[in-house]
């Protein structure tokens, strides 16, 4: 029975990995496509800033569930910027793939479900393939 029971902590273990992974993996494209890996991007129209182009209203978002609170200063920070669009992810979509958090990453956490974010996903998918 004990090895039953470490075989399946070792097998949970592992998906945590390959999601960690995935996630990981996600983010880099996402940035690919969101600034083209610049920090310093800033869309002004969307008040879109850093590597992921965070905007106010995610930032918010995720201070609504999250036991860290961010500014929206903190999306100039690659790291912080990561945090965010990790929380954002995993609360929306715990055990999602690269399609779901790229399609709400870009329309929100109804994202998945809709057509206009599959552009996007496309070439969210060219950068993970490179």
């Not at 949970?12 to 996630?23: I, P």
């Not at 100039?76 to 979509?93: G, N, V």
Request: a positive charge; one cysteine or more; glycine letters at 8%.
């Amino acid at each position: 029975m004990k090895q039953i029971l470490i075989l399946a902590l070792l097998l949970a273990g592992c998906g945590a990995v390959r999601s960690a992974d995935e996630l990981s993996r996600t983010w880099r494209a996402v940035c690919a496509v969101e600034s083209g890996g610049n920090t310093l991007a800033y869309n002004d129209s969307e008040k879109a800033v850093g590597i992921a182009q965070i905007r106010p209203i995610v930032v918010a978002d995720v201070n609504r569930f999250s036991t860290v609170k961010y500014q929206h200063s903190d999306a100039w920070d690659p790291e912080k910027s990561y945090e965010i669009f990790r929380a954002y992810c995993l609360h929306y979509f715990p055990k999602g793939s690269s399609e779901q958090w790229a399609r709400a990453w870009n329309g929100g956490p109804k994202g998945p479900g809709k057509s206009a974010t599959l552009r996007y996903w496309r070439r969210v998918q060219f950068h993970m393939s490179r």
